[in-house]
């Protein structure tokens, strides 16, 4: 007798990539689902996408709330399956609205939950731009590891909320933060960490789309900050626990999104001058506790790393060197001209 995933997708303002993802799931190979459709107070025509799905699928269920962000949503389609189930028979899945997933996507999840008898399986995932559904065989492969060792492996992995199988008691203490961003910084370490040992499948099954009008790749805002609250609270949680190796992951983590968060504000978002006096202070603190914990002649080379030879890499990438030269010779001009 196959077990119950519920499968919790918020939704908010994604007319455009709905259906794909909506289709994706429904295509699914492991067939005892139930969608939960979180619209978040869109505005667009997802509203009446989700009215329309529930009413062709009855393992297909919507929820209209106003809007209070991702993490609000994943804590609604939560309480949900806490009220429809017995914490030890069902599962919850979490997939964005505008990303998509494998036909075998749930199957080979529930597989290596039961294989490895872990509470708790994830999947690699591919980023991509294409609107297309990515469809190709996937041989079944996991490998069973530590939290720690997942970690260190593919932090990105284990610090995202989607792309994972978890037995439905692993929530009966957690929920999402609520009114944060990166809320999967400040959440999944918990639930990965409360295991003793986690199910890898390492195959690309959750195909992450690239939205370019996504929370996480719009004008920079001083809410982006709340990034470096979740990892600080990671290094704390891992230092407290002498997790050494997972430590040194966050730590590397917070020393490269302080000082990228210093380097936006400085280049692109010239009206939050005024945080700058403490994201530096941040980045310095990062970069100090990291020198305590592993040298500081190695936290000097991460600071040099991040600071220039990782930006300048990435630039020729895009562009020669003179290129560059004018362009930022230009937005300075710009910049001055619209004081």
């Not at 609205?97 to 996507?105: A, F, G, K, W």
């Not at 932090?155 to 609520?178: D, H, M, Q």
């Not at 050494?244 to 966050?250: C, G, I, R, T, V």
Request: hydrophobic share 35%; with cysteine; charged share 30%.
């Amino acid at each position: 007798m196959q077990e119950k995933i519920y499968v919790i997708i918020p939704v908010y303002n994604v007319e455009k990539y709905l259906e794909r993802c909506i289709n994706s799931v429904h295509n699914q190979t492991y067939k005892k689902v139930e969608v939960i459709l979180i619209d978040d107070g869109s505005s667009d025509a997802s509203p009446l996408l989700c009215d329309k799905y529930s009413e062709i699928y009855n393992n297909i269920s919507v929820i209209h709330q106003k809007n209070g962000g991702l993490s609000v949503a994943r804590n609604t389609g939560i309480e949900y399956v806490l009220k429809q189930e017995d914490l030890n028979n069902s599962y919850i899945n979490f997939v964005d609205s505008d990303d998509y997933v494998h036909p075998y996507y749930l199957e080979y999840l529930m597989r290596a939950i039961k294989e490895s008898k872990c509470n708790i399986s994830c999947c690699y995932y591919s980023v991509t731009e294409k609107n297309e559904l990515e469809i190709s065989e996937m041989n079944f492969q996991y490998e069973c590891m530590t939290p720690e060792q997942l970690w260190v492996k593919n932090r990105s992995n284990g610090l995202l909320a989607w792309g994972k199988l978890y037995r439905t008691e692993c929530f009966k203490e957690i929920r999402y933060p609520v009114g944060k961003i990166y809320e999967d910084e400040a959440t999944t370490y918990k639930l990965i960490f409360a295991e003793e040992k986690i199910a890898y499948i390492t195959i690309p099954l959750y195909y992450y789309f690239i939205n370019y009008a996504s929370i996480s790749r719009n004008e920079w805002k001083p809410c982006r900050l709340d990034q470096l609250d979740g990892l600080e609270q990671q290094i704390e949680f891992f230092r407290q626990n002498q997790y050494k190796l997972a430590l040194e992951k966050s730590m590397d983590g917070l020393c490269y999104h302080a000082l990228l968060s210093l380097r936006y504000i400085e280049v692109l978002s010239p009206k939050y001058d005024d945080l700058k006096k403490g994201v530096r202070r941040r980045c310095e603190n990062a970069l100090i506790a990291y020198g305590k914990e592993f040298g500081y002649a190695r936290a000097v080379r991460k600071w040099f790393n991040y600071r220039y030879l990782k930006r300048f890499k990435k630039m020729l990438e895009r562009e020669s060197i003179f290129t560059c030269f004018a362009r930022k010779v230009k937005e300075k001009l710009v910049y001055k001209k619209n004081m």
